[in-house]
């Protein structure tokens, strides 16, 4: 067997000596406690494999089962919910689709969707324009908040009296 330096030195008593770890005498204490743990370690081993034995595998296996029963349960339910949702989703989506065409038909919609898509180019403009609008007297950002409010006020008229009259 090898020996390590580390092995070697472990051995050596202070002096040098050389150290017998069997024939050294172990505090009473020490040996006491050792059979202590010893026998409880024993002891649980055996209530262990005692518990162990007795326990109904089939028991356990039959839980298991109603177990992946019910989860697969579950996972049904939540997958045919997610399909009539979608399926819900669908309908809307295709009657939406089908209103905005006939709504589009009517010119006070479409103008109302220029003007929005206008707004929303503006509103894009301005935040790219962020740093340079910041050097912008007040006033000017005033008037352009005015001409913005102008729009929202005008939009809001032409729908509220004209698409009565062409619906």
Not at 6 to 17: H, I, Q
Not at 133 to 144: E, G, T
Request: aromatic share 12%; glycine share 6%; hydrophobic share 35%.
């Amino acid at each position: 067997m090898y020996y390590s330096y580390a092995d070697k030195a472990a051995k050596k008593g202070s002096l040098g000596e050389t150290i017998d770890a069997d024939k050294q005498e172990i505090d009473p204490q020490i040996q006491e406690t050792k059979e202590k743990i010893t026998t409880k370690l024993d002891n649980f081993k055996d209530k262990s494999k005692k518990k162990l034995d007795s326990i109904d595998r089939e028991d356990i296996e039959q839980k298991l089962d109603n177990a992946e029963n019910a989860i697969v349960r579950f996972v049904k339910y939540v997958g045919n919910a997610v399909g009539y949702y979608s399926n819900v989703a669908a309908e809307k989506v295709g009657s939406a689709g089908y209103t905005a065409k006939e709504e589009f038909k009517n010119p006070v919609v479409a103008t109302q969707a220029l003007i929005t898509t206008g707004l929303l180019a503006g509103g894009v403009y301005a935040y790219q324009e962020r740093f340079r609008i910041k050097r912008i007297p007040d006033d000017v950002l005033y008037v352009y908040a005015a001409v913005l409010t102008g729009f929202v006020v005008l939009d809001g008229f032409t729908f509220k009296k004209l698409y009565p009259k062409y619906k």
